[in-house]
């Protein structure tokens, strides 16, 4: 790779940017990392010289700066990845399930997850100013008696049960963004605090009630790439908040 093609992930530890390490290491395509070891708010902050939005992923492809997960991994595989599988030829049948899935990740799942978690602050802390929060309307159907993160992780293991990957039956991109949604919105599905370390840890199963998104998620873990991604991303485990 030329001087010209140097990617550099501007990265928080536990955050999107790690799709980005990702997808690069299934590549195998070399990368760098620009971020604070340890410090989150350290490496929040610096992300302001780089980008107005001051988010993660910012990512450095040579004279390309670009945010927004979903964008920076489809520019990556239309520059580096043609061929690699993973993303399914236009003309495929798994063409649709993959843009779905690539960007239902952001634009639906995290959003209702992290809705939900916000939802769930604001009660507690109207319950213990001794303010009684508003009961939430409930509409009929398996969908009105769910919460949005449970709905998310409802159609996800559902997608799964009919086949083992969110496009088809080959690994994709839209796996590696459907990932750390799940990640997530497990936890969150289940009405649990919203705790990064412990959700990034493994060591709570919260996906007892979604046994195919669990065998995902082991598969997914299983894999070289995503190991390298997160040894890289995360060199002294899951950070602190």
Known sequence: MSTADRIVIRHIEGRRSERVAWLLEELGIPYELDFIQGDILGSLLTLEQYHEMRMTPIVHIGDVVMVESSAILEYLLSKYGKGSGLRPAEDAPEFPAY?????????????????????????????????????TPKLPGDAGARTGAQRVMHYANNTLAKRPYFAGNNFTAADIMMHFALKLGAPIAAGADFN???????????LESFPNIRSFMARMAARPAFQRAMQSTMPAGPPLM
């Open 99 to 135: 843009l779905e899935f690539l960007h239902f990740a952001e634009g639906t799942a995290l959003s209702k997850i992290i809705a939900d978690a916000t939802e769930r602050r604001l009660r507690k802390v109207m319950t213990q100013a001794g303010v009684t929060p508003p009961e």
């Open 196 to 206: 990064v370390r412990e959700i990034l840890s493994g060591k709570q199963d919260w």
